[in-house]
Every structure is written in structure tokens, then in C-alpha cells.
């Protein structure tokens, strides 16, 4: 019987005046990649925040791994095993990348740095980088750097917010590529505009509108069903 | 394009104005117009006069900070440096000139606008650009070392003895005219009604300017830079008007306190407690109030003027603790523990908090039909 | 310039190192070499004790985005408790008459007196007031500003108003003479506590885990906490330690010379607004210069022309306000 690590039940967030989230429920199931879907401005974004607790639910159920966390600290919440790449790439530019890489890594254990060499197998460029500042990296770099160094961190619940965003096709291919490949390890929860990444990488999708999920079901269902993609993401 | 019927915002501003002169606070400003002006002759007491005289400059000088720090979100601690060089140049102008006439008093208060408003466009241009906090930074040190120059330059400011000066003709304290329904008519008298006028304009001026267009996209700014930025008003210059506005405002002030005392020195109109007086006033008052420096003023001012009787007070009734002997002269850190907690507590001084319960009070009147 | 945005910068750079050399040497032009020697030692004693309190000012600004004007009240509360130390010892005869063991572990133990005042005092303040605060620059300011305010009253309350003498082993003081050149010797201990500081805080910045995770937060505080680290625990962390230096810097500036009065920590906090807006907003590095900057051209102007002396540091605040806006090492932001 699949199992959720995480789930969101009639979850409402507030910005200020503003009533973002207007009860958010969806779950993702462990060991899947589960992709957030939905024009900008749906609240793709604000979901994954407030799992993290950057913009604290107001009301409703967050439980993650058998854990309530709607009220916690974003650092618990890191501690708890959801690691986040948010959607602006926040890599540390004025740090190097092995200092970009420590600060991921809450104990700076042997199996931490066990797992970096799974990470030059799939983003080898980092090492190449090691010693540089992350600020000299290329977009698609920084990409792979924000992704990995979430990954270190020993999670069991990766959060990336619209990876590919900027970033040219042919790097979009290889972000599939280590996505697909860090899927093994750590289940994922994707949002994501580009719907060939979205349907190369998720398993599972929710469809998000005005702060609500209007639709969700199997990524295999969704490729192929062209009025449900016309109706909630423009496409054609 | 047929009829010209107004728009619900112009009925509503219609409606408004035509509520102008009968509004509660319309009248309440009346009344205390009118008292200002009788007080002196009903009321011959000088120490009571001293304290209103002294009150109405801080309200205004407080109401120009305002404009600053509530309206414009900019934090300046050199208020009370420009207040200071508006006294100085009363008093440098009319301790030098001899004999001291009409013209030099225009001269000074000349002096004091032209003064301000260059050292206020100089600093803000310097810093406003950058960050509103590098202004605080950039204005508490030059605060600092105007207040270290009046003590240092003595050659012309006599440094800590400060520099006492007459007032021309029937300004000076020794002009008398005659007695009026028993009041005697002095010089004393007359420079209390010339501060009553100044002090009316430049409030009316302060509320004008608030309510101007430039007041406005003040407020957008403050509220929402970015926003205010993206529709196309240069932000920057903004700030540096609304800055040198105050700040003017504030030396004419500073020269208005210096008449009334024939007197000033370094740490009197230059120096820190100046400052944080104006810095307390305001926030007991009321941030973004413009009329909360009325109250701001009257409650400090009234109560630096009896603390020393509850001082004297509290050692009769203490006569062995001398810690409380010793907390009980420090009147300074009461005033500071009570300016934390109002801003930690009481955020929007008394004027906000009254206007917020109105507000609330006049949407329950519209939710009930 | 538009054109050439990075000719500009360069310019921009190479102006300002020109203007912190000039300082520098330019004093020579009107100074005999023995006085300058002297007066460069007093300047760079100086600006090492300004640098104490600025170091904790630009981090505090740079990771926690406060501006603490209460950080003038820690250096005057380290100079008090220093000075009750000392005092204190000087009635077990450690001080005025004792050896030279005693002295320097009076000295020793006044400077760790302040450091353990300035840390509580940091911690309660940190705790009580600012942490109601964050992100409300305004009110940081003014609240702040009342606690440096309350801060000085209560010296006056437990001490007195009035300037006190500070009792100094004999061992620190006079002066070393050499070649005519006549070092005072508190100003040695003064550079050399300055510069182990600033290498002890530059190690801890650049190497431990601690210093990647305050660099990492002054650039980003988001990602900090998202990795999973409490974010307000370092905030408490960092301001206690920036309060706990600059009080050690003001028990020495006591020691050094021999006055404390409740005004010095509005004195000081001016002096190192300047270093800190001078330096850039959120570097140590730019702290240390900006400190060594004042602390000479106090000294110079001082000599030369007594009266100017603050004068000239806002001078030197202004010019490089008007060639780099976000100071020597600041970043744009
Ligand atoms: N800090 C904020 N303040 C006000 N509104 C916000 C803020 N952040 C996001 N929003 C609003 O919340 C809505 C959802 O945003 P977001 O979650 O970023 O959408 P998405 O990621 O799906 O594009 C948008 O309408 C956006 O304008
Ligand atoms: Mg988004």
C-alpha cells in the first residue's frame, strides 16, 4: 500500500492582508516524484513555503513523516528530513561550493561526504567548481548546486521549486537526467511550468488554482488528456 | 461624454469639504486658537506662558519631524541640529549687531532657512540614495559634530557659555507699553504672540503639506517603494524634498526657541536630550499624525515642568533609600523606559490610537444599515 | 560611464585607495618623522579600540539587519566594570602597589569583567527587546536608541554622572622611548589585543562552521534557516559576542586613558557609525581599515589643528560616501 511521507490537509496561508493558500490538500508518496502544476501565481510557490514554514500555515494540518509540522520553525522543519530548493537558486554566491556544500551538511559526518561522490557522478561539474565562488557558476550550475546541496543534506523529502526556469534546453536534459537519477534515493516534490519536465520527472500530479488543487491524478493520465492541459495550463 | 457628473471620489471630496469648517476637529482648533491668543491677558502667570510658548515651538518642530520620520519613513537625528542652527543664527545675527534692529531678526530667520536647507539637501543627497538607514547613520555624526563645533568654535559661538542677545525694539525684554484690561504689555508679551503666529502658519503649512499631492506620494513611497517606484515617481526625490522641508521647518523653530530665551547654548539647541526629547515627543504623539506633536509637546513639556515638585516629592516621602534618591534625579531614564514601552507597546502614540478607534467605530456605524 | 560601467568601478575603487593612502601619508608633509611615528602609533591604538566596537556593529547590521545604536552603551558599561574591578583590587593592593603578576592579572581580570557584562547585557537585550523588532527598521532605531539612553542613565544611577579616574597598574603605564620616538605602552597592548582580534575573528569568519553559516547568513537568512539551522539562536550568538567586544574595547579605552565618564558610549558609537559606514555595512574587513582610517586622521588633524578632529572624520565619511556610496567593502545590495 503506498504510503504519503507528506500531507497537506485544508492547509490556508496568509501574507500579510493578503489569503494566499485557500485550503491546500494534497499528498506526496514516498518514493515518488510528485509535480505541483498550475499558471503563475496559483500558489505552487507559497505550498512549498509553507511546508517549510517560511510562510507559516494559518490553518490546517501539515504531517510530514508521521510528524505535525504545520507550526514549526523552517530549520525544524529542515531538521525534521525536507530539504528546499527554492525558486530563485538561493545558492550562497560570496561562498565557495565545498562551503556552499558544509553548510548543507548538518554533521560533517563520513557518510555525508560518502555521498558527495554520488553527487560528482551526477553534477560533475561542482567539482571541478570545488574551490570557486558559487557566484561564478552558470545559471544551470547554480541549479545543480542549490539541488545537490539539498540532496547532502541527508533529507528524505527533496522540495525544488521550477528548476528549469531560465536555463536552456539542452541543460533542462540534463537536469531531467540527475532528477531521474536522484529519484532513487529521496522522494521528491516538484513544481515546475515546463510540462516536459514535469512529465519526464513526476509520477503523480496536482493541479494548483487561485490557492486551491482543482485537479490531481497520474502524470501518465495527464499526458495524454489534452483538454484537462488547455483548461488549467494553457497548453495546446 | 454627455453630463458632468461628478465621480463618488469628487462627491465624496465635495462632501468633505463642504464638512470643513464644522467638523469637530475644525472646532476644537478654534477653541484652542482662541485660548492661546487670550491665556497671557486672562491669565497673567509667566511660568504658565513660558510652558505654552515652549510647547507650541516643540509641536511644531515635533510635527515637522513627523513629516520626516512618520510620512516619509526617513529617520533623521539631526532634527534637533537644524533646530539648532535656526537658534544660532537668531542669536549669533543678534548678539553681533549693534544695535540690534527689526531687519536682523527677517536676516536670521533668512539665514536659518538658507542654512538648513543646503546642509539638508547635502546630506540627503550624499545618503538617501544609498539606504534609508545610511541617513540615520550619516545624520546622528554630523549631529554629533555640529553639537561638538559649538562647543569648540568659541571664537564665535563663546562655546559652553553660550550667547545671550537683546531682541530689536518692542521684542526686547525691557520695552514696555502700558498696561491692557490690567495685563502689562511687554516685550515678553509681544515675542509670545509673534511665536503664536509663526508657529499657526508654519502648522498650517505642515498640514498642507501633507495633504498636498506631494504628501501623498510621500505616503505611497513609505508604504510601498517598489510600488511607487514602478509607477514612474522618482522615490529619491521625493525623500530629499520631504527631508529639507522638515528640516527648514525645524530651524525656524530653533530660531523662534532662541527669541523667547534670549539665549542659547551647545547643549541646550544642539545636543543629544534635544533629540530624544523631540524623538519621545513624537511617538507619544503619534507617528503619521502631524497633530499628535500637539500632544507630545504639552505631555512632555508639562511634565518636565513638574517633575522636579514629584522629585521633591518622592525624597519626603523616601527620606533614607538614597538609591531612589539617586533614580529619582535621573528623570531622563524615565523618560527613556517610557519611550521603549511606547514604542514597543503603544506604537501609534495617542492621536493614532484615537484615530484608529474612530475609524473602527465609524465602519461599524456603515456595516449596521 | 553608463558605457563603462566596469572603468567606473575601477576608477571608483582605485579613488578610494588613494584616499586611504593619502591619509596616511599626507600628515607627513607637515609633521616631523618622530612626531609622526608617535602620532601614528596613538592613531592605530585608537582605531583598534574603535574597531572592537565596530566589528560587532557591521555583523550585527550585516547578518541580522539591525542597526544597534545601544552598541555605544555596551563599550561604556565594559569601561565601568572594568573600572569596579580595578578598583576592587586595588583595595586586596593588587593595582597601584602590587607586582607586575598582579597588575596584569588585574588588568586581565577587568577586561574579562567586561566581557561577561557586555555578554549579558547583550543577551538580555537581544532576548527582550530587539528579537520584538526584526525587520521593523524604524522601530529597531528608535528602540534602540531608548536603550542606549536607559543604558547611560543607569551608569550615572550606580556610579555617579561625573567623570571617574581609572586606577592602571603601574606596569601599564609610562611609556617605551625609542630612538626619541616615546610609545606609550598601553597603546602596544591596545594594537596588539586589536590586531589578535581582528586575525581571531577573521579565522573564525573564513574557517569554522560558525563563520560559513554567518557569512551564509548575512548574504541569505533564508537558506540558512532551510538548512536547518535556528537561525535566531546565532542572531543571539553573534550580538552577545559583538556586545561582549565592544566592551572589552571600552573597559581598555579606560585603562588607556585613565577617564570614564557615561558619555563615552555616545562618543564611541558616533566613531564607529563612521568606521562601520566608511568600511561598508557588514565587513569585518572594512571595519578594520575604516578603524585604522579614523583612528590616524584623529590623531594627525588633531595634532595639527586640535579642534577639526571629529571634524575631519566626517570629512573623510563624506568623501567616501561621495566616491564608493556603500563604502570600502561594502556590496551593493
Ligand atoms: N510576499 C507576498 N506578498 C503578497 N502577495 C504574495 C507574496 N508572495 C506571493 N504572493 C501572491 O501569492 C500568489 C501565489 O504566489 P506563488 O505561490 O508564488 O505562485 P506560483 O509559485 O504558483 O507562481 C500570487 O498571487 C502572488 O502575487
Ligand atoms: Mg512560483
Redo the contacts with the bound molecule.
Keep these: 500500500m503506498p504510503e504519503a511521507i507528506l500531507s497537506l490537509a485544508g492547509v490556508h496561508t496568509h ?2 492582508q ?1 489569503h ?2 485557500q485550503g491546500v490538500s494534497l499528498e506526496a508518496i514516498r518514493g515518488r516524484a510528485t509535480v ?1 502544476l ?12 509553507t511546508v517549510m514554514g517560511l ?1 507559516p500555515a494559518s490553518a490546517g494540518s501539515i504531517v510530514f513523516d508521521g510528524q505535525a509540522v504545520e507550526k514549526a520553525r523552517p530549520h525544524a522543519v529542515a531538521r525534521a528530513g525536507v530539504g528546499f530548493v527554492p ?1 530563485d537558486q538561493a545558492v550562497l554566491r560570496g561562498l565557495t561550493v565545498e562551503e556552499n556544500f558544509r553548510l548543507a551538511m548538518l554533521q560533517e559526518s563520513p557518510e555525508a561526504w560518502a555521498k558527495m561522490e554520488t553527487i560528482f557522478e551526477l553534477f560533475a561539474d561542482l567539482k571541478k567548481f570545488w574551490r570557486a565562488k558559487a557566484g561564478v557558476l552558470s545559471g544551470g550550475q547554480k541549479q545543480m548546486l542549490a539541488i545537490a546541496r539539498a540532496f547532502v543534506g541527508d533529507h528524505k523529502l527533496l522540495l525544488i ?2 528548476p528549469s526556469k531560465g536555463l536552456a534546453p539542452i541543460v533542462v536534459d540534463h537536469l531531467i537526467a540527475s532528477l531521474n537519477q536522484l529519484k532513487r534515493h529521496t522522494t521528491i516534490i516538484l ?1 515546475e ?1 515546463n510540462f516536459h519536465m514535469a512529465s519526464q520527472v513526476g509520477s503523480d500530479y496536482f493541479i ?1 488554482d487561485d ?1 486551491r488543487v482543482v485537479h490531481a491524478g497520474l502524470m501518465e493520465a495527464l499526458v495524454d488528456d489534452e483538454g484537462l492541459k488547455q483548461k488549467y495550463l494553457g497548453i495546446a | 461624454m454627455t453630463g458632468r457628473e461628478p465621480t463618488p471620489v469628487q462627491m465624496e471630496r465635495l462632501h468633505q469639504r463642504s464638512r470643513r469648517f464644522t467638523r469637530p476637529g475644525f472646532l476644537i482648533q478654534l477653541a484652542l486658537l482662541a485660548c492661546l491668543i487670550a491665556g497671557p491677558l486672562v491669565m497673567p502667570s509667566f511660568r504658565v506662558m513660558d510652558l505654552v510658548a515652549k510647547i507650541m515651538i516643540f509641536a511644531v518642530a515635533v510635527a515637522s519631524f513627523d513629516i520626516i520620520l512618520g510620512y516619509t519613513g526617513i529617520i533623521s537625528f539631526a532634527h534637533g541640529m537644524f533646530f539648532g542652527l535656526g537658534a544660532y543664527s537668531v542669536a549669533l545675527i543678534c548678539h553681533y549687531s549693534q544695535p540690534v534692529q527689526y531687519h536682523h531678526l527677517l536676516l536670521a530667520g533668512v539665514l536659518a532657512a538658507l542654512i538648513s536647507t543646503v546642509v539638508a539637501v547635502v546630506i540627503s543627497a550624499l545618503s538617501l540614495r544609498v539606504k534609508a538607514i545610511f541617513f540615520a547613520m550619516v545624520t546622528l555624526a554630523v549631529a554629533e559634530f555640529c553639537h561638538i563645533l559649538g562647543y569648540q568654535w568659541s571664537s564665535l559661538t563663546k562655546g559652553e557659555d553660550g550667547v545671550s542677545f537683546k531682541l530689536p525694539g518692542v521684542f526686547s525684554a525691557d520695552w514696555s507699553g502700558g498696561a491692557l484690561w490690567g495685563t502689562q504689555i511687554n516685550g515678553r508679551l509681544l515675542v509670545y504672540y509673534l511665536i503664536l503666529v509663526v508657529c499657526a502658519l508654519l502648522f498650517v503649512g505642515l498640514v498642507r503639506f501633507v495633504r498636498s499631492p506631494v504628501g501623498r506620494v510621500l505616503k505611497a513611497i513609505r508604504d510601498n517603494e517598489q510600488r511607487a517606484t514602478a509607477l514612474g515617481y522618482r522615490v529619491f526625490r521625493y525623500r530629499v524634498l520631504s527631508t529639507v522641508f522638515g528640516s527648514l521647518v525645524s530651524s525656524l523653530c530653533g530660531a523662534l526657541f532662541a527669541m523667547w530665551l534670549s539665549y542659547v547654548n551647545p547643549d541646550t539647541v544642539l545636543g543629544t536630550p534635544l533629540m530624544l526629547n523631540i524623538l519621545l515627543m513624537v511617538i507619544i504623539g503619534g507617528l503619521g499624525t502631524v497633530y499628535g506633536g500637539i500632544l507630545g509637546a504639552a505631555f512632555i513639556k508639562i511634565a518636565e515642568t513638574w517633575l522636579p515638585d514629584l522629585q521633591k516629592l518622592a525624597l519626603s516621602l523616601f527620606p533614607k533609600m538614597e538609591l531612589m534618591h539617586r533614580l529619582a534625579e535621573r528623570w531622563i531614564l524615565l523618560f527613556g523606559i517610557l519611550y521603549i514601552l511606547s514604542v514597543l507597546f503603544f506604537p501609534k502614540g495617542v492621536v493614532g490610537t484615537l484615530r484608529d478607534q474612530a475609524e473602527a467605530r465609524r465602519l461599524r456605524r456603515l456595516g449596521r444599515p | 560611464m553608463d558605457l563603462a560601467p566596469d572603468a567606473g568601478q575601477a576608477g571608483r575603487r582605485w579613488a578610494a585607495r588613494l584616499a586611504a593612502v593619502s591619509i596616511w601619508l599626507l600628515p607627513l608633509l607637515a609633521i616631523d618623522p618622530t612626531t609622526y611615528l608617535v602620532l601614528t602609533v596613538a592613531g592605530l591604538a585608537m582605531g583598534m579600540l574603535l574597531f572592537l566596537t565596530a566589528a560587532g556593529l557591521t555583523v550585527i547590521f550585516g547578518l541580522m539587519d539591525v542597526l544597534n545604536l545601544a552598541h555605544g552603551a555596551f563599550f561604556a558599561w565594559g569601561a565601568y566594570a572594568g573600572f569596579a574591578v580595578l578598583n576592587a583590587l586595588n583595595g586586596l593592593g593588587w593595582v597601584e602597589t602590587g607586582t607586575l603578576g598582579q597588575g596584569i592579572l588585574s588588568v586581565l581580570l577587568a577586561l574579562l569583567a567586561a566581557l561577561a557584562i557586555g555578554g549579558v547585557l547583550g543577551l538580555f537585550l537581544e532576548r527582550v527587546i530587539i528579537q520584538r523588532v526584526y525587520g521593523d527598521h524604524l522601530k529597531q532605531i528608535l528602540i534602540t536608541m531608548g536603550a542606549s539612553m536607559v543604558l547611560a542613565e543607569v551608569i550615572k544611577v550606580l556610579w555617579s554622572p561625573n567623570n571617574q579616574t581609572v586606577l592602571v597598574p603601574l606596569s601599564f603605564t609610562g611609556s617605551y622611548d625609542i630612538m626619541d620616538v616615546v610609545i606609550n605602552k598601553f597603546r602596544v597592548v591596545a594594537i596588539v589585543v586589536g590586531l589578535a582580534v581582528y586575525a581571531g575573528v577573521m579565522a573564525v569568519m573564513q574557517k569554522t562552521k560558525l563563520g560559513i553559516i554567518i557569512r551564509a547568513g548575512v548574504e541569505n537568512r533564508e537558506v540558512v534557516q532551510t538548512l536547518g539551522y535556528n537561525i535566531n539562536r546565532i542572531f543571539t550568538g553573534v550580538f552577545m559576542a559583538g556586545a561582549a567586544l565592544a566592551a572589552v574595547g571600552g573597559s581598555m579605552w579606560g585603562i588607556f586613558r585613565e577617564q570614564i565618564t557615561p558619555a563615552m558610549g555616545d562618543e564611541n558609537l558616533i566613531f564607529a557609525l563612521i568606521v562601520v559606514i566608511i568600511g561598508g555595512m557588514g565587513s569585518v574587513t572594512g571595519s578594520f581599515l575604516g578603524a585604522c582610517m579614523v583612528g590616524l586622521a584623529f590623531n594627525y588633524v588633531a595634532y595639527l589643528v586640535p579642534k577639526l578632529a571629529l571634524g575631519a572624520n566626517i570629512l573623510i565619511m563624506v568623501v567616501i560616501l561621495f566616491i564608493k556610496p556603500w563604502g570600502l567593502m561594502g556590496r551593493e545590495q
Design positions: 501574507i500579510g493578503h494566499i493558500l505541483l498550475g499558471r503563475n501565481g496559483a500558489g505552487k510557490s507559497t505550498t512549498l513555503r510562510t525558486e521549486d521550477e513544481v511550468q494548483l490557492g
